[in-house]
């Protein structure tokens, strides 16, 4: 399974991005995919999850109320926006896919992960 990551970059605190993650490679019917974040030194965040093809969102308190995750299913394309960026929101983002087997992308343990995409905010 492949994970192509586009969309960091540098942004002011206040302003809003989006990421990109295109899955392929994959041969299951349905797969969970999801963002991640991660800042030298400390754990890894959970920030969104999305079920491919059920579009079941999961997001993480930190985020929540001020980001979307969703699926571009021409483009097969799944996109993270978040708004109202704070610097805390500065980290390598990464996606992540998993093959759906039931129940909520949000528990799932994910395999397969992108490069990374750097978000940088600031004040």
């Known amino acids: 399974v492949h994970l192509a990551e586009s969309g960091g970059g540098s942004v002011q605190t206040g302003g809003s991005l989006t990421l990109s993650c295109a899955p392929s490679?994959?041969?299951?019917?349905?797969?969970?995919l999801g963002w991640f974040r991660q800042v030298p030194g400390e754990a890894r965040e959970k920030v969104a999850t999305i079920n491919y093809r059920g579009a079941v969102q999961g997001y993480g308190d930190s985020v929540k109320g001020r980001a979307a995750i969703w699926v571009d299913h021409p483009k097969k394309t799944v996109h993270l926006q978040i708004n109202n960026l704070k610097p805390e929101d500065t980290a390598m983002y990464y996606c992540?896919?998993?093959?759906?087997?039931?129940?909520?992308?949000?528990?799932?343990?994910?395999?397969?992960w992108g490069q990374g995409t750097q978000v940088t905010v600031s004040s």
């Open positions: 490679g994959y041969t299951w019917h349905n797969l969970c």
């Open positions: 992540a896919a998993e093959k759906y087997t039931g129940g909520q992308c949000w528990t799932y343990d994910y395999a397969y």
